[in-house]
């Protein structure tokens, strides 16, 4: 059976003239011969009322600290909401379709509440409504612990269910719909003159979706690649082909040249984030410093990043939610950390930079033309990133931006 698997994000299925633009999509790809099963986000976005940020507040607002299990059960009824909207609409509209949610869907996941992952997926229902000549809607997003209870999958999570779907029926694509014209080389609401790349292979998609460009998770790169099966990144709106994603390989226009990782692919963010320094100058006892301050934030589940050891400095970050309680812990063993607010993480990103010279001596040129402090800076085989104030975030993916000379001219 020919499978090709469709996700639409909250964007995508926002409106009932939205869904239309869906239902011509869907028409379009079974008229290729294809049978598809379809993947759904939440509605609409922030502020929304049936996306999922506001149905999270329907509690937080009277619960700060609700229950983890409560909390994946009502975050799962975003999709159940769009999933039944979009099945209707789409039966109306003469394509008959059938709802599914994760646990009929057979998405199986190991049962960590709110960052669960899928452990296998057991399509056997999907399959079935597919010989019944129906289209599967199939709620993002979600799945059902082996224990029996509902769990959800973190942010973008939708993503990873169209992957492991896409896996587990063998198809042929995954499609990835979204609001934009598919991978550029920033965020275009960012970055005006954002350019689309039209072929990209797994690796370098998955860096950019590490290091911040959210268009789709890094999960689902991950799983796709493992089994080789083909994804594209789309645009809901519009009738362009968008970003088709592979292993290294012949580029689409041009069958004679390869594609490969390039040097830079593009600039990406990730914003909320505090920077924490612990000077060790003026300590009388340092010795164990750095286990005594990394185990007690290990102890008390504070994730740290961008971590830099120095003889008299420890510095560090942490998300900026987690700001307080990590100066409350640093506390409880002696310390009083300068801390820095409010900052945001710029990266250059590119599979083959490695061992390029010159690419940090550019960073530098375009942040300090702009007038902007680098707070702290890292590099890897793949990036090389440098934490700014939140104030300057977006003038520097711009300035960066076109220091790489990656726009459309
Ligand atoms: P969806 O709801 O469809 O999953 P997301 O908001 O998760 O959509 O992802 C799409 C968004 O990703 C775009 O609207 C865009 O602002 C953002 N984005 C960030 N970096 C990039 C990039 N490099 N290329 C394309 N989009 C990007
Ligand atoms: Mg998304």
């Not at 226009?253 to 920077?275: C, E, H």
Request: some cysteine; aromatic content about 4%.
């Amino acid at each position: 059976m020919r499978i090709a698997v469709q996700k639409f994000g909250g964007t995508s299925l926002a409106t009932q003239e939205l869904r239309s633009r869906v239902y011509e999509i869907i028409r379009n790809t079974r008229d290729e011969g294809l049978n598809v099963v379809v993947v759904v986000s939440a509605m609409g976005r922030k502020n929304d009322p049936y996306a999922t940020d506001s149905i999270i507040n329907l509690v937080k607002e009277i619960n700060h600290e609700p229950e983890p299990r409560e909390m994946d059960i009502i975050m799962s009824c975003g999709e159940l909401i769009s999933g039944v909207v979009l099945s209707s609409q789409l039966t109306a509209m003469g394509i008959k379709a059938r709802f599914f949610t994760g646990e009929q869907a057979g998405i199986v996941t190991d049962g960590n509440f709110n960052k669960a992952h899928i452990l296998y997926v057991n399509p056997k229902k999907i399959l079935e409504c597919m010989e019944e000549g129906l289209v599967p809607v199939v709620a993002g997003f979600q799945g059902i612990g082996e224990n029996g209870e509902w769990t959800t999958l973190g942010r973008g999570g939708s993503d990873t269910t169209a992957s492991a779907l896409g896996v587990a029926l063998n198809a042929e694509v995954i499609d990835i719909f979204t609001d934009v014209e598919g991978v550029m080389t920033a965020d275009p609401r960012i970055v005006d003159n954002a350019r689309l790349l039209d072929a990209i292979t797994y690796n370098e998609l998955c860096q950019l979706a590490r290091e911040g460009a959210k268009v789709v998770h890094p999960r689902a790169i991950e799983i796709a690649m493992q089994s080789g099966t083909p994804l594209r990144i789309r645009c809901t709106f519009s009738e362009s082909m968008g970003t088709l994603i592979t292993h290294q390989t012949h580029d689409s226009m041009d069958p004679v040249k390869f594609i490969s990782d390039r040097l830079i692919t593009g600039i990406t963010y990730t914003s909320n984030i505090a920077q924490v320094k612990i000077n060790s100058q003026s300590l009388q006892d340092k010795k164990g410093l750095e286990l005594k301050v990394f185990r007690s934030l290990a102890l008390a589940g504070i994730s740290v990043d961008f971590i830099n050891v120095q003889p008299d400095l420890i510095m560090f970050t942490v998300a900026e939610d987690a700001a307080v309680r990590t100066l409350e812990v640093l506390k409880t063993i002696g310390l009083h950390p300068d801390i820095e607010l409010h900052c945001a993480k710029v990266a250059v990103v590119g599979a083959a930079m490695t061992g390029i010279p010159g690419v940090m001596a550019k960073v530098v040129e375009a942040l300090e033309e702009s007038n902007i402090p680098i707070l702290q800076s890292g590099d890897s085989y793949t990036n090389i990133w440098c934490l700014l104030k939140r104030e300057h975030m977006e003038q520097a993916v711009k300035a960066l931006h076109d220091k790489f000379e990656l726009g459309n001219k």
